[in-house]
């Protein structure tokens, strides 16, 4: 019986991150995991590729979309960092932790839902790493990328599930599969844009932390607060 050949493995997984980036840079939406659930990726710089996320999920276009990326230096040419932020950051990414932050002026808007704030995540999953680095070694910013699901569904926690539900769309390009997703639930959210941090949305990355990390009690959100 022949023995299968890991590095051949590897390199079928790598072509497919490269085609998968080349796509995404194309305007064309890849679905691929992250240790949260499944994302549906597109290009945030382009608003026909993020307008097709929003088309295909049948999302509210007054939700923002969560912009991955696969650093710090990345994430900050899309917001206004700051020392709460890199506080977080040093901590907890890449990982299951998304900051929403207010949006540099000369940042895509696209992505944002029509706030002047912006959701960034640096994801550990290895082949989202590997698709995000690839991208932005492509000229890409960040990748819009929202659960791979329907509006209102359950998010996807393995290929099968993005593909049982959106495998038939036309504008997604392929689903990178990266065996079942280790948390299982979306990213905790942080809001760091107004006076007082908030805690927008639970997750894995439990309050307590977060609040040793900053040195500060997290407020709830408030009718001000980022829609997310």
Not at 10 to 20: D, I, P
Not at 87 to 103: H, K, M, Q, S, V
Not at 126 to 139: N, V, Y
Not at 155 to 183: F, K, M, N, Y
Request: charged letters at 15%; one cysteine or more.
């Amino acid at each position: 019986m022949p023995q299968s050949d890991p590095d051949a493995a590897l390199n079928v997984v790598h072509a497919g991150v490269r085609e998968a980036a080349q796509a995404l840079r194309q305007g064309q939406l890849v679905g691929f995991p992250t240790e949260t659930v499944y994302g549906l990726g597109a290009d945030a710089s382009q608003a026909e590729a993020v307008a097709a996320i929003y088309r295909v999920k049948g999302r509210p276009t007054g939700h923002p979309l969560i912009v991955h990326v696969s650093s710090v230096r990345a994430a900050q040419g899309w917001a206004q960092w700051s020392d709460a932020a890199q506080r977080l950051a040093d901590l907890f990414w890449p990982g299951p932790l998304t900051l929403i932050l207010p949006r540099r002026a000369d940042a895509p808007a696209w992505a944002c839902g029509g706030q002047t704030t912006v959701g960034l995540r640096c994801p550990a999953h290895p082949i989202a790493q590997a698709l995000l680095q690839q991208f932005e070694a492509m000229g890409g910013q960040g990748v819009a990328a929202p659960s791979a699901n329907r509006f209102g569904r359950i998010s996807p926690t393995t290929a099968a599930h993005v593909r049982a539900d959106l495998g038939q769309i036309e504008a997604l390009h392929s689903i990178l599969d990266g065996g079942s997703a280790e948390v299982g639930v979306e990213s905790t959210i942080v809001d760091l844009s107004g006076a007082q941090p908030a805690l927008l949305r639970p997750g894995r990355i439990r309050q307590e932390a977060i609040e040793a990390a900053l040195g500060s009690t997290l407020c709830a959100p408030s009718a001000a607060s980022p829609q997310v």
